[in-house]
């Protein structure tokens, strides 16, 4: 059974740092394109950054330089670590698997259930 979770989210300070975490089970994540996406009130879902299986990264331009993902292979799990966090970037954060073959039958696009990150002011 394929199954996010993540954690990691929280209030903090504008400047301050967090770190997300995707745990991930019933696939591998090295095995597929990942991705973290948010969702701000009164906003569209957005992507924030993906990383594919080979490893490579993409950021949104709102977020370059200042987020980073990254992924451990031993853990399943994939990270955002958000620093210089700023109070437009208040959203719930979810993370994506794209495509998983969870079946022989089935190919399926897989969500958290999302954390929130709150940055004050």
Do not use: H
């Amino acid at each position: 059974q394929v199954q996010l979770v993540e954690s990691g989210g929280g209030l903090v300070q504008s400047g301050g740092s967090l770190r997300l975490s995707c745990a991930a089970s019933g696939f591998t994540v090295s095995s597929y394109a990942m991705g973290w996406y948010r969702r701000a009130p009164g906003k569209q879902r957005e992507l924030v950054a993906s990383i594919t299986s080979g490893g490579n990264t993409n950021y949104a331009d709102s977020v370059k330089g200042r987020f980073t993902i990254s992924r451990d292979n031993a853990k399943n799990t994939v990270y955002l670590q958000l620093n210089s966090l700023r109070p437009e970037d208040t959203a719930v954060y979810y993370c994506k698997a794209d495509r998983v073959r969870a079946a022989p039958w089935l190919i399926s696009d897989y969500w958290g259930q999302g954390t929130q990150v709150t940055v004050s002011p």
